[in-house]
């Protein structure tokens, strides 16, 4: 089959990318190797048109809008001409994108349109409880009303925004993939049994203020633990950063245990998940959090928010810990019960490694997508 994956995330060298930057590079490459025809599209940083070749895949970016006003209806255009010549070229059967990408994109006869929900506008404006932009719930509502079938990366994703949006399509719940291979336990890679990691956005939902506020209860038991929080800054509504809200929450006898650290790459990110004795997770909501996968294939002992899509990763107590990420003193009794008993860690540990091996493998998620697509194509859903 001939794949095409719209997104403006896919990775580009000295460019940031996000999580599902990642997602569609692991995807779009292991697809490829089994066999598929890759293509990726989406919208340059720069000013012209760009096409390159990534092992096999091929990456066209067409140049942002440079006119003053109507730069949606101008990148609209240009974006299904490209998609057009790209079909003529070599005919596409499927096209992937997420919510909002549809909504710039006509039909084209002959071909699979399937929407990958990672969280759209309508799920995280509901959960942030934030006004919706009338241009964004158009463009996603437009999305689900041509595309043939939606990918949910949780059931808790797609159980919500369908309950905002009111569609019906064929679909099927399949995660976001993690490289197992690249994502494993490393021995040569010293366990500090007393640093706590989160990594995350420093934002309110990602429950980073309740998570400073459950340290006191813990540095009182544990007076040597420390820990690190990474992430980029999120700006609140009145301009200010995030992080300087959330050291206000930290007490001055704490400050040398409790540090924000900011952003850090993704390989740095892996070793320091390695070495981290504990991995923190205490998101408020989530559609399928790429972090908490790569901790489970790192085989480290987690603590992660029960709420969203929680009890779809992790089983409690088994692969990991969950707890109520609105309430301190929860994240606190599971930090003190992780910290009580290194032999539970190293268990958990072990556990989420076979887990993830098993249900969020990077080969188990593309074969699972190649062949929805396939259903999706045939007679079936016709």
Request: aromatic share 8%.
């Amino acid at each position: 089959m001939h794949i095409v994956f719209i997104t403006d995330e896919y990775p580009k060298k000295g460019k940031g990318h996000g999580g599902i930057g990642t997602m569609v590079y692991m995807l779009a490459h292991a697809m490829h190797l089994n066999g598929h025809t890759i293509s990726i599209i989406g919208q340059n940083n720069d000013k012209a048109d760009d096409e390159t070749e990534d092992n096999g895949i091929r990456v066209i970016r067409v140049a942002k809008s440079m006119w003053p006003a109507a730069k949606f209806a101008d990148y609209a255009i240009r974006l299904n001409k490209r998609l057009r010549r790209l079909h003529r070229e070599q005919p596409i059967d499927i096209i992937e994108a997420p919510e909002l990408s549809f909504g710039l994109t006509e039909k084209i006869s002959g071909v699979s349109y399937i929407i990958r929900l990672n969280g759209g506008h309508h799920f995280f404006t509901k959960y942030e409880n934030r006004p919706r932009e009338k241009k964004k719930v158009w463009m996603e509502k437009r999305a689900f009303a041509i595309c043939d079938a939606i990918i949910g990366v949780s059931q808790f994703v797609y159980d919500i925004t369908k309950s905002e949006v009111k569609f019906d399509k064929p679909h099927t719940i399949i995660s976001n993939p993690i490289d197992t291979s690249a994502y494993a336990p490393d021995p040569s890679v010293l366990v500090d049994r007393n640093l706590l990691v989160f990594a995350g956005t420093i934002v309110e939902k990602k429950g980073v203020r309740q998570l400073v506020l459950a340290m006191p209860k813990v540095l009182k038991l544990f007076p040597n633990i420390r820990l690190e929080l990474y992430g980029r800054d999120w700006q609140r509504p009145d301009g200010s950063s995030y992080s300087e809200y959330l050291k206000t929450f930290i007490a001055p006898q704490f400050s040398s245990q409790i540090l924000l650290k900011g952003e850090i790459t993704r390989m740095d990110l892996k070793t320091l998940l390695l070495k981290a004795g504990i991995c923190i997770f205490p998101s408020h909501m989530e559609a399928m959090p790429l972090v908490w996968l790569e901790a489970l294939g790192l085989g480290k002992a987690i603590l992660a928010s029960e709420t969203g899509p929680g009890k779809e990763v992790i089983s409690n107590g088994k692969t990991g810990i969950l707890i109520n990420p609105h309430n301190p003193d929860s994240i606190a009794d599971g930090l003190i019960t992780l910290l009580k008993d290194p032999a539970l860690c190293e268990r958990l540990g072990k556990a989420a490694r076979e887990d993830a091996i098993k249900r969020f493998s990077l080969q188990s998620v593309a074969e699972k997508s190649i062949a929805f697509y396939q259903q999706v194509k045939s007679a079936k859903y016709k």
